[in-house]
């Protein structure tokens, strides 16, 4: 991550940072704007100079907040904080600009885990989880389904996969049914 040497370089940062060293925080900011950046183009093509900064005004919580006695590193904690800060802006600027209640971004919606649980923590974890199942599926898995739902963990919907297979939408549902019998078998 940016220019640090080593986990044990950037433990000793967080650690200063939490301790009130203003001057560490500000290289944490610094190690996390490519990061942010790079964020922001990938969720809002427009408006991600603006949608980065709300990101980053978050690190700051998120280190002191951190826990590491939980076992998440950092960088997957601060990475989730941000991610959720762009998100939560940008839900603020539509409901502003339409008048009404926050608006769920259709790619993002089931993202914080069944249990709709919201500590970045949680999140992190429960993708971990996700992540061991997704190794163990790789051999129960078609190609075709492999596709399909990675574009669909993407956030794609059943059309925008269907458009970019070039196949029909009931393929990609049923694509997507005999994934959930297999993981589910496989666990």
């Not at 600009?97 to 919606?109: A, F, I, M, S, T």
């Amino acid at each position: 991550m940016g220019d640090w040497k080593s986990d044990d370089a950037q433990t000793e940062l967080l650690r200063r940072a939490q301790g009130g060293d203003a001057k560490a925080l500000n290289q944490l900011v610094s190690a996390y704007l490519p990061i942010a950046e790079a964020m922001a183009h990938k969720l809002f093509s427009a408006d991600c100079e603006d949608m980065a900064q709300e990101g980053l005004m978050a690190l700051p919580a998120a280190v002191s907040s951190f826990d590491a006695e939980k076992g998440i590193p950092f960088s997957s904690y601060a990475t989730v904080c941000l991610r959720n800060a762009m998100i939560a802006s940008y839900r603020r600027s539509r409901a502003r600009k339409r008048g009404g209640g926050e608006e769920k971004l259709p790619y993002l919606d089931g993202e914080d885990g069944a249990d709709g649980a919201s500590d970045p923590q949680q999140i992190v974890a429960q993708r971990e989880q996700v992540s061991r199942l997704m190794k163990q599926a790789e051999s129960v898995l078609s190609s075709f389904e492999k596709q399909v739902l990675s574009l669909h963990l993407d956030g794609y919907s059943y059309k925008d996969i269907s458009r970019l297979l070039h196949k029909p939408e009931k393929s990609v549902d049923n694509a997507l049914q005999r994934v959930r019998k297999k993981l589910k078998y496989a666990q």
